[in-house]
């Protein structure tokens, strides 16, 4: 498979891999000590692979396009998703 990068997301995560990953270790939602430094560089290589960049952007662009177009479809039939829910 070919991947074609292109584009200012691709370029930052290309050219910064380690800062992105700390920025999402570290951010208001994650705690970095949590994360041992194996993983941690584990996440830099798997962005410095061009088809996980490709990846990530693809996804990024489907959560902000297509993806809302079927979530809002949802919303309006009334489709919900069923599953069991265990709470301990």
Known sequence: MRVILSGPQHDLLAGAPGAIVDEALT???????????????AYVEA?????HMHA???EYRAAAGVDRKHDRGDQISGHRIGFTLMAL
Not at 27 to 41: K, L, T
């Open 27 to 41: 951010g208001s939602r994650s705690y970095a000590a949590v994360f041992p430094p194996e993983i941690r560089e």
């Open 56 to 58: 990530i952007c693809e």
């Open 47 to 51: 962005l410095r692979s061009p088809e």
